[in-house]
């Protein structure tokens, strides 16, 4: 990677100029952050983990006809993706409250909503990332209103998928975050899932014992995230359960 030049590093990934016109290179880094980088760690083997998990998650989203800037897995770190101009807002789906909506609302945390939330924040970490109306977002032309309903629509279509697969593996999904971008081609400007989804942008809670299995165990100094990662991973059938070690990083199953 040191002969292709750095575009962007956040806190968790660093952007490439892709090997194409039109394309990036996803670096998921071992970086661990909470409170908008007020709390930092690195953690060996996490950036692994989420490269593998957001592929698994985005492959299966592409195949379901939901489309993402995802394009394929190039090494156990990497991603190579469309560039796309990233919208500047983050999208959680909530199903069951927890994090801040309870501190917000007074809500007891793990109360099952009366129905999925969509809520949206605008990306500015010296604002802390503000939470925001339909109306903030068009007024200060973030994105249209065509733009919204497109984002919305995918957000449910995600969520339900999302809730079936983690179900199926004894997995209960909280809520998550996600981020879409602009794709060009050509004449034509369409709204794709970008960005990652991975338990550093889900609440994953194990259906039968409530344990957490996402970046809530960093948050909350829980420890053991990389083990909680990699459970994640192996109920899903991305890694094999008798891999323990990620000296030499998780063995992926084929």
Known sequence: MSRRRRLYEGKAKVLYEGPEPGTLVQHFKDDATAGNGEKHEVIDGKGVLNNRISEFIFTHLNELGIPTHFIKRMNMREQLIREVEIIPL???VRNVAAGSICKRLGVESGTRLPRSIIEFYYKDDKLNDPIVAEEHITAFGWAN???LDDIMSMAV??????CGLFMSAGIQLIDFKIEFGRLYEED???IVLADEISPDSCRLWDIKTQNKLDKDRFRQDLGGLVDAYREVAQRL???SEADNALATGPRLVK
């Open 237 to 239: 059938g991305i890694l």
């Open 157 to 162: 279509r995600i969520n339900d998928f999302l």
């Open 145 to 147: 209103p065509q733009e």
């Open 90 to 92: 983050e999208v959680v």
């Open 188 to 190: 034509t400007m369409r």
